[in-house]
């Protein structure tokens, strides 16, 4: 069955980097776009990231510049790099298809913390 499983996760102080990791297996007969959403104080079940099957990809305001999305070959690896890490950016990161239908957040896994402190 098609499953996504979240890693990378951790507490680093304001200014540090994190790289999240998206794991897929399954998805068989179709490659759906994939998107990081993230749900902490101050936030919804947020967009931060998606990228496309042609590698294209899009970023909330709040990170760009800041946050790099990317895909392995084989399109079974989602990665989030994130630079300048701030305080807002904390929160539960979780990896969906941007066909999730219902709540992207959990919907999948449970997701991997991030942390950002002073």
């Known amino acids: 069955e098609d499953q996504l499983v979240e890693s990378g996760g951790g507490s680093v102080q304001v200014g540090g980097s994190l790289t999240l990791s998206c794991t897929k297996s399954g998805f068989t007969f179709d490659d759906p776009d994939m998107g990081w959403y993230r749900q902490g104080p101050g936030h919804e079940c947020e967009l931060v990231s998606r990228?496309?099957?042609?590698?294209?990809?899009d970023y909330a305001d709040s990170v760009k510049g800041r946050f790099t999305i990317s895909q392995n070959n084989a399109k079974n690896t989602v990665y989030l790099q994130m630079n300048s890490l701030k305080p807002e950016d904390t929160g539960v990161y979780y990896c969906?298809?941007?066909?999730?239908?219902?709540?992207?957040?959990?919907?999948w896994g449970q997701g991997t913390q991030v942390t950002v402190t002073p």
């Open positions: 990228i496309s099957s042609d590698d294209s990809t």
């Open positions: 969906a298809t941007l066909t999730t239908v219902g709540w992207p957040c959990g919907y």
